[in-house]
């Protein structure tokens, strides 16, 4: 059974994991670490999901489509797998009206909407999410939300320099996830005055008013 968790009661440790990582061979033997199932959250609707969708079609477009094997395979390996996994869920999360927008129009994402709202709010009020590829944050574009990329030649520099140390979970400032689970991304939010991005707010996002009443929250898609 999972542990439902509303955003305001996970601790900063905690690391959302997107379902592009757990789809992987890399992704599911890390995930089924003791130490590290008590550090990660998923979304509840993911879970839900996998419960339901038996050969795919639903949850297909998280998966790289370089990928050999089976998704209904990996769907049935997942399903034990995850039990015990604290989720977090977008239900009752009180959201400011730029951001409400955005995540109306997440929901209206296919089969995915509510997986994609699961994780957009939770990146609202907590920082880190680690990603496999990119078909997320794409959504986030795709309804409106501001995505700033840092490519692979500075985000191992971005992470170590940028980012106070402090302020990182450990399964990512020890490179754990990077090195076991095949991160190729690392996401954080940013919101003005530091209510929740652990990064500065880089200067083209203050021209652009992100952080603002001007804009919905925007996103850091760092490349490890």
């Known amino acids: 059974m999972t542990m439902d968790a509303s955003p305001d009661d996970v601790r900063d ?12 061979d890399r992704g599911m033997a890390w995930i089924a670490d003791a130490d590290v199932r008590q ?10 999901a996998l419960d339901y969708d038996y050969l795919g079609q639903r949850l297909a477009g998280f998966v790289d489509e370089a990928d050999p094997d089976p998704l209904e395979e990996r769907i049935g390996q997942l399903r034990g797998l995850l039990d015990g996994i604290a989720t977090v869920s977008s239900e009752g999360v009180g959201l400011s009206t730029e951001d409400s927008a955005v995540l109306e129009v997440l929901r209206t994402e296919n089969w995915e909407g509510d997986i994609l709202a699961d ?3 939770y990146m609202l009020t907590h920082s ?3 990603a496999a590829t990119r078909h997320t944050l794409n959504a986030f574009s795709r309804a409106g939300a501001v995505v700033i990329r840092v490519g692979q030649r500075f985000g191992s520099r971005w992470t ?11 399964l990512i400032a020890d490179g754990t996830a990077n090195r076991r689970a ?3 991304f690392i996401v954080n939010a940013i919101v003005a005055g530091g209510a929740v991005a652990a990064t500065p707010i880089p200067p083209l ?8 009443t001007l804009l919905p929250t925007a996103f850091q898609e760092i490349d490890p």
Do not use: C, H, Y
């Not at 170590?160 to 450990?170: A, D, G, M, N, T």
């Not at 996002?205 to 603002?212: D, E, F």
């Open 128 to 130: 880190f999410m680690v």
């Open 39 to 48: 550090r990660v959250l998923i979304s509840n609707a993911f879970r839900i």
């Open 182 to 184: 095949g991160i190729k």
């Open 119 to 121: 994780e957009f709010t």
């Open 205 to 212: 996002a203050i021209a652009l008013g992100i952080g603002t």
């Open 13 to 24: 440790e905690s690391v959302l994991v997107d379902p592009s990582v757990l789809f992987t």
């Open 160 to 170: 170590r320099q940028v980012i106070s140390p402090e302020s990182l979970p450990r």
